[in-house]
């Protein structure tokens, strides 16, 4: 059975970072592309961040470069998204995503998702 759990959500300042992390279970991780989307309320999912199977390379939405960085580590089937300078409307349920087949930037036709963690940036 396959699992994403994603941590490391919560509440932080304007300002502040935050890293949230996804343990994955139950598949060959190295076989998967991994992603990270975002859902705020009232709003659709939204792309954030992906990687490739081996770690590089790398996308992300163009609105968030230089402020978020995803990373991988295939030993630990664990992926990361590192979020710093946050803004109150990077205010999200961010979701781990997991692709064989393509690097995950459209949310249509994902594999596998997660359960998400909530993360709240506060004025």
């Known amino acids: 059975q396959v699992q994403l759990v994603e941590s490391g959500g919560g509440l932080v300042q304007v300002g502040g970072s935050l890293r949230v992390s996804c343990a994955a279970s139950g598949l060959t991780f190295s076989s998967y592309a991994m992603g990270w989307f975002r859902q705020a309320p009232g709003k659709e999912r939204e792309f954030v961040a992906a990687i490739s199977w081996s770690g590089s390379p790398t996308y992300y939405a163009d609105s968030l470069k230089g402020r978020f960085t995803i990373s991988r580590d295939n030993a630990q089937k664990m992926v990361y998204l590192q979020m710093n300078s946050l803004k109150p409307e990077d205010t999200a349920v961010y979701f781990c995503?997991?692709?064989?087949?393509?690097?995950?930037?459209?949310?249509?036709?994902?594999?596998?998702w997660g359960q998400g963690t909530q993360v709240t940036v506060s004025s």
């Open positions: 995503a997991a692709d064989e087949g393509s690097v995950p930037i459209t949310a249509a036709g994902i594999d596998y």
